[in-house]
Protein backbone atom coordinates (compact mmCIF):
# COMPACT_ATOMS: atom_id res chain seq x y z
CA UNK A 1 0.00 0.00 0.00
CA UNK A 2 1.41 3.59 -0.89
CA UNK A 3 2.58 5.56 2.21
CA UNK A 4 0.02 8.42 2.69
CA UNK A 5 2.30 10.09 5.14
CA UNK A 6 4.75 10.98 2.16
CA UNK A 7 1.74 11.81 -0.09
CA UNK A 8 2.42 13.51 -3.39
CA UNK A 9 -0.99 13.23 -5.64
CA UNK A 10 -1.04 14.63 -9.51
CA UNK A 11 -3.73 17.19 -10.55
CA UNK A 12 -7.44 16.43 -9.36
CA UNK A 13 -10.10 16.52 -11.07
CA UNK A 14 -12.63 19.13 -10.60
CA UNK A 15 -15.01 18.36 -7.60
CA UNK A 16 -18.73 18.00 -7.72
CA UNK A 17 -20.79 21.62 -7.82
CA UNK A 18 -21.70 22.21 -4.08
CA UNK A 19 -25.51 21.99 -3.64
CA UNK A 20 -27.00 25.30 -3.77
CA UNK A 21 -29.91 24.47 -1.18
CA UNK A 22 -28.59 22.08 1.88
CA UNK A 23 -31.33 20.12 3.41
CA UNK A 24 -32.42 21.29 6.36
CA UNK A 25 -32.97 19.43 10.02
CA UNK A 26 -30.87 18.65 13.17
CA UNK A 27 -27.55 18.94 12.32
CA UNK A 28 -24.01 18.70 14.04
CA UNK A 29 -20.92 19.82 13.44
CA UNK A 30 -17.49 19.41 15.23
CA UNK A 31 -17.15 22.61 15.97
CA UNK A 32 -20.45 22.50 18.11
CA UNK A 33 -19.73 19.50 19.03
CA UNK A 34 -16.60 19.90 20.90
CA UNK A 35 -18.43 23.19 22.41
CA UNK A 36 -21.12 20.55 24.08
CA UNK A 37 -18.67 18.35 25.02
CA UNK A 38 -16.90 21.05 26.92
CA UNK A 39 -19.96 22.96 28.33
CA UNK A 40 -23.37 22.81 27.63
CA UNK A 41 -24.29 26.42 28.40
CA UNK A 42 -21.43 27.27 26.38
CA UNK A 43 -23.20 25.66 23.19
CA UNK A 44 -26.36 27.38 24.23
CA UNK A 45 -25.23 30.42 24.23
CA UNK A 46 -23.36 29.61 20.63
CA UNK A 47 -26.62 27.80 19.56
CA UNK A 48 -29.77 28.67 21.03
CA UNK A 49 -28.85 32.44 21.78
CA UNK A 50 -26.71 33.05 19.06
CA UNK A 51 -24.60 35.43 21.30
CA UNK A 52 -22.32 37.55 19.47
CA UNK A 53 -18.49 37.16 20.18
CA UNK A 54 -15.98 39.44 20.11
CA UNK A 55 -12.85 38.66 18.02
CA UNK A 56 -10.05 37.46 19.73
CA UNK A 57 -6.13 37.93 18.40
CA UNK A 58 -5.84 34.44 18.53
CA UNK A 59 -8.57 33.32 16.30
CA UNK A 60 -8.28 36.19 13.74
CA UNK A 61 -4.55 34.83 13.27
CA UNK A 62 -5.75 31.45 12.48
CA UNK A 63 -8.15 32.79 10.13
CA UNK A 64 -5.38 34.81 8.17
CA UNK A 65 -2.99 31.82 8.16
CA UNK A 66 -5.87 29.78 6.70
CA UNK A 67 -6.44 32.11 4.19
CA UNK A 68 -3.28 32.72 3.35
CA UNK A 69 -2.46 28.76 2.84
CA UNK A 70 -5.70 28.12 0.94
CA UNK A 71 -4.55 30.90 -1.67
CA UNK A 72 -1.03 29.59 -1.57
CA UNK A 73 -2.19 26.50 -3.53
CA UNK A 74 -3.47 28.94 -6.49
CA UNK A 75 -0.63 29.19 -7.28
CA UNK A 76 1.49 27.09 -9.62
CA UNK A 77 3.35 25.01 -7.71
CA UNK A 78 6.99 26.69 -8.42
CA UNK A 79 5.47 29.77 -7.17
CA UNK A 80 4.04 28.40 -3.70
CA UNK A 81 7.50 29.62 -1.70
CA UNK A 82 7.82 31.49 1.60
CA UNK A 83 8.31 34.61 -0.21
CA UNK A 84 4.99 34.31 -1.96
CA UNK A 85 3.13 33.53 1.13
CA UNK A 86 4.89 36.52 3.03
CA UNK A 87 3.44 38.55 -0.11
CA UNK A 88 -0.21 37.16 0.53
CA UNK A 89 -0.41 38.09 4.26
CA UNK A 90 -1.19 41.84 3.91
CA UNK A 91 -3.50 41.58 0.52
CA UNK A 92 -5.77 38.54 2.80
CA UNK A 93 -5.75 40.43 5.55
CA UNK A 94 -6.96 43.92 4.15
CA UNK A 95 -9.77 41.13 2.43
CA UNK A 96 -10.65 39.99 6.13
CA UNK A 97 -10.95 43.53 7.65
CA UNK A 98 -13.08 44.83 4.49
CA UNK A 99 -15.31 41.69 5.55
CA UNK A 100 -15.27 42.30 9.55
CA UNK A 101 -14.06 45.94 9.96
CA UNK A 102 -14.64 45.01 13.80
CA UNK A 103 -11.34 43.01 13.80
CA UNK A 104 -9.46 46.87 13.77
CA UNK A 105 -10.54 46.80 17.43
CA UNK A 106 -8.30 44.39 18.53
CA UNK A 107 -4.95 45.96 18.29
CA UNK A 108 -3.97 49.43 20.55
CA UNK A 109 -2.21 50.59 17.19
CA UNK A 110 -0.19 50.14 14.18
CA UNK A 111 3.02 48.92 16.33
CA UNK A 112 0.35 46.33 18.08
CA UNK A 113 -0.80 45.28 14.76
CA UNK A 114 2.40 45.14 12.51
CA UNK A 115 3.68 42.45 15.70
CA UNK A 116 0.44 40.92 15.29
CA UNK A 117 1.06 40.40 11.18
CA UNK A 118 4.77 39.28 12.18
CA UNK A 119 3.15 36.77 14.19
CA UNK A 120 1.02 35.13 11.46
CA UNK A 121 4.81 34.90 9.23
CA UNK A 122 6.37 33.18 11.58
CA UNK A 123 3.44 30.65 11.79
CA UNK A 124 3.82 30.84 8.12
CA UNK A 125 7.24 29.98 8.32
CA UNK A 126 7.00 27.26 10.48
CA UNK A 127 4.48 25.29 7.50
CA UNK A 128 7.19 25.48 5.11
CA UNK A 129 9.83 23.49 7.90
CA UNK A 130 6.49 20.74 8.02
CA UNK A 131 6.30 20.35 4.37
CA UNK A 132 7.05 21.36 0.96
CA UNK A 133 3.37 22.48 -0.81
CA UNK A 134 5.56 22.26 -4.19
CA UNK A 135 5.14 18.92 -4.49
CA UNK A 136 1.41 18.77 -3.39
CA UNK A 137 -1.33 18.90 -5.08
CA UNK A 138 -4.55 18.75 -2.81
CA UNK A 139 -7.84 17.23 -4.13
CA UNK A 140 -9.53 19.96 -2.19
CA UNK A 141 -9.27 22.85 0.38
CA UNK A 142 -11.63 24.22 2.55
CA UNK A 143 -14.24 21.16 1.81
CA UNK A 144 -17.63 21.20 3.06
CA UNK A 145 -18.70 17.49 3.53
CA UNK A 146 -21.75 16.64 4.88
CA UNK A 147 -23.53 12.82 5.53
CA UNK A 148 -26.83 11.71 7.31
CA UNK A 149 -26.93 8.93 9.96
CA UNK A 150 -29.78 6.34 9.92
CA UNK A 151 -31.31 8.69 12.69
CA UNK A 152 -31.95 11.47 10.57
CA UNK A 153 -28.72 13.61 12.18
CA UNK A 154 -26.41 15.29 9.77
CA UNK A 155 -23.02 15.91 10.73
CA UNK A 156 -21.41 18.23 8.23
CA UNK A 157 -18.33 20.43 8.82
CA UNK A 158 -15.78 22.22 6.92
CA UNK A 159 -12.13 19.95 5.77
CA UNK A 160 -8.56 22.40 5.62
CA UNK A 161 -7.52 19.91 2.90
CA UNK A 162 -8.07 16.44 1.41
CA UNK A 163 -5.36 14.62 -0.60
CA UNK A 164 -6.12 12.00 -2.63
CA UNK A 165 -3.23 9.36 -3.72
CA UNK A 166 -3.27 7.83 -7.47
CA UNK A 167 -4.63 4.71 -5.65
CA UNK A 168 -7.78 6.73 -3.63
CA UNK A 169 -6.22 6.60 -0.64
CA UNK A 170 -7.43 10.23 1.66
CA UNK A 171 -5.32 12.26 3.69
CA UNK A 172 -7.54 14.48 5.49
CA UNK A 173 -5.48 17.78 6.90
CA UNK A 174 -6.16 20.33 9.38
CA UNK A 175 -4.69 23.17 10.20
CA UNK A 176 -3.81 24.70 14.23
CA UNK A 177 -2.30 27.77 14.51
CA UNK A 178 -1.70 27.19 18.12
CA UNK A 179 0.53 24.90 20.48
CA UNK A 180 -0.28 20.58 20.18
CA UNK A 181 -2.38 20.83 23.22
CA UNK A 182 -1.42 19.03 26.43
CA UNK A 183 -2.78 15.30 26.60
CA UNK A 184 -5.49 16.59 28.58
CA UNK A 185 -6.80 18.66 25.03
CA UNK A 186 -5.33 16.08 22.83
CA UNK A 187 -8.55 13.99 22.42
CA UNK A 188 -11.10 16.66 21.68
CA UNK A 189 -8.29 17.37 18.76
CA UNK A 190 -8.31 13.85 17.54
CA UNK A 191 -12.00 13.88 17.88
CA UNK A 192 -12.73 16.63 15.08
CA UNK A 193 -10.52 14.34 13.07
CA UNK A 194 -12.56 11.15 13.73
CA UNK A 195 -15.76 13.55 12.94
CA UNK A 196 -14.61 14.58 9.74
CA UNK A 197 -13.21 10.76 8.78
CA UNK A 198 -16.95 9.67 9.84
CA UNK A 199 -18.29 11.93 7.36
CA UNK A 200 -16.35 11.04 4.66
CA UNK A 201 -17.09 7.42 5.15
CA UNK A 202 -20.95 7.85 5.26
CA UNK A 203 -20.74 10.01 2.61
CA UNK A 204 -18.40 7.75 -0.26
CA UNK A 205 -17.98 4.80 1.76
CA UNK A 206 -14.24 4.87 1.79
CA UNK A 207 -12.02 5.53 5.21
CA UNK A 208 -9.32 7.92 5.13
CA UNK A 209 -5.76 6.32 5.15
CA UNK A 210 -4.81 9.55 7.97
CA UNK A 211 -5.76 12.15 9.90
CA UNK A 212 -3.16 14.57 10.02
CA UNK A 213 -3.16 17.49 12.77
CA UNK A 214 -0.78 20.36 11.80
CA UNK A 215 0.50 22.46 14.62
CA UNK A 216 1.82 25.67 13.49
CA UNK A 217 2.08 26.94 16.70
CA UNK A 218 4.90 24.89 17.43
CA UNK A 219 5.74 22.90 14.43
CA UNK A 220 4.50 19.32 15.84
CA UNK A 221 2.27 16.86 13.69
CA UNK A 222 -0.18 14.19 14.61
CA UNK A 223 -1.02 11.77 12.39
CA UNK A 224 -3.65 8.97 12.98
CA UNK A 225 -4.76 5.99 11.25
CA UNK A 226 -8.03 5.23 11.77
CA UNK A 227 -10.11 1.91 11.09
CA UNK A 228 -13.83 0.71 10.59
CA UNK A 229 -14.06 0.26 14.75
CA UNK A 230 -12.78 3.45 15.54
CA UNK A 231 -15.26 5.17 13.01
CA UNK A 232 -18.19 2.98 14.34
CA UNK A 233 -17.03 4.49 17.84
CA UNK A 234 -17.22 8.11 17.13
CA UNK A 235 -20.22 7.25 15.56
CA UNK A 236 -21.81 5.54 18.64
CA UNK A 237 -20.41 8.55 20.93
CA UNK A 238 -22.18 11.48 18.19
CA UNK A 239 -25.40 9.64 18.58
CA UNK A 240 -25.47 9.81 22.16
CA UNK A 241 -23.99 13.26 21.99
CA UNK A 242 -26.73 14.63 19.88
CA UNK A 243 -29.19 12.62 22.44
CA UNK A 244 -27.83 15.10 25.41
CA UNK A 245 -28.32 18.02 23.44
CA UNK A 246 -31.92 16.43 22.97
CA UNK A 247 -32.42 15.87 26.70
CA UNK A 248 -31.24 19.49 27.11
CA UNK A 249 -33.22 21.21 25.05
CA UNK A 250 -36.35 19.11 26.14
CA UNK A 251 -35.71 20.15 30.00
CA UNK A 252 -34.04 23.30 29.19
CA UNK A 253 -31.26 22.46 31.60
CA UNK A 254 -28.07 24.00 29.59
CA UNK A 255 -25.57 23.72 32.89
CA UNK A 256 -22.04 25.01 32.98
CA UNK A 257 -19.10 22.83 33.21
CA UNK A 258 -16.29 24.48 34.88
CA UNK A 259 -12.83 24.14 33.81
CA UNK A 260 -9.96 25.55 32.32
CA UNK A 261 -11.01 26.83 28.87
CA UNK A 262 -13.09 28.95 31.34
CA UNK A 263 -10.34 31.19 31.22
CA UNK A 264 -10.86 32.30 27.67
CA UNK A 265 -14.63 32.21 27.40
CA UNK A 266 -16.60 35.47 26.14
CA UNK A 267 -19.33 34.32 28.32
CA UNK A 268 -18.09 35.00 31.86
CA UNK A 269 -20.56 37.49 32.46
CA UNK A 270 -23.57 35.26 31.88
CA UNK A 271 -22.28 32.54 33.46
CA UNK A 272 -23.68 31.07 37.04
CA UNK A 273 -19.84 29.96 37.51
CA UNK A 274 -19.05 33.61 37.77
CA UNK A 275 -21.32 35.25 39.31
CA UNK A 276 -23.61 36.01 35.70
CA UNK A 277 -27.43 34.77 35.30
CA UNK A 278 -27.76 33.75 31.62
CA UNK A 279 -30.97 35.55 29.11
CA UNK A 280 -34.11 33.88 29.38
CA UNK A 281 -34.00 30.71 27.51
CA UNK A 282 -35.39 31.12 23.83
CA UNK A 283 -38.21 29.02 22.51
CA UNK A 284 -36.99 26.33 20.64
CA UNK A 285 -39.52 24.56 18.71
CA UNK A 286 -39.77 20.61 18.39
CA UNK A 287 -37.98 19.61 15.14
CA UNK A 288 -35.92 23.18 14.99
CA UNK A 289 -32.59 23.17 13.55
CA UNK A 290 -29.90 22.96 16.28
CA UNK A 291 -26.56 22.94 14.28
CA UNK A 292 -25.23 26.80 14.36
CA UNK A 293 -22.71 27.97 12.17
CA UNK A 294 -19.92 25.52 11.36
CA UNK A 295 -16.40 27.54 12.59
CA UNK A 296 -13.35 26.60 13.88
CA UNK A 297 -12.41 24.62 16.81
CA UNK A 298 -10.89 26.96 19.55
CA UNK A 299 -7.41 27.28 18.95
CA UNK A 300 -5.32 28.29 22.02
CA UNK A 301 -1.33 29.70 22.11
Known amino acids: MEEVAALEVPAP ?29 LYRFRVIDKLPEPPSPAAARGTLVHAVLERLFDRPRAERTPDV ?9 ERLLADEPELSTLFAGPDDRDAWLRDAVTILDRYFQLEDPRRLEPADRELYVEARLD ?18 EIR ?20 QMKFYALVLWRARGTIPRLLQLMYLGDGQVVRYAPDEADLRATERKVKALWEAIERARTSGDWRPRPGRLCEWCAHQALCPEFGGTPPPLPEVPEGAELSGDDGPVDELG
Open 172 to 191: VVDYKTGKAPPPDFEARALF
Open 85 to 93: AHDLVQPQW
Open 151 to 168: SGLRLRGYIDRLDVAATG
Open 13 to 41: SPAPAEEEQRPHGPALSPSRAGDFMTCPL
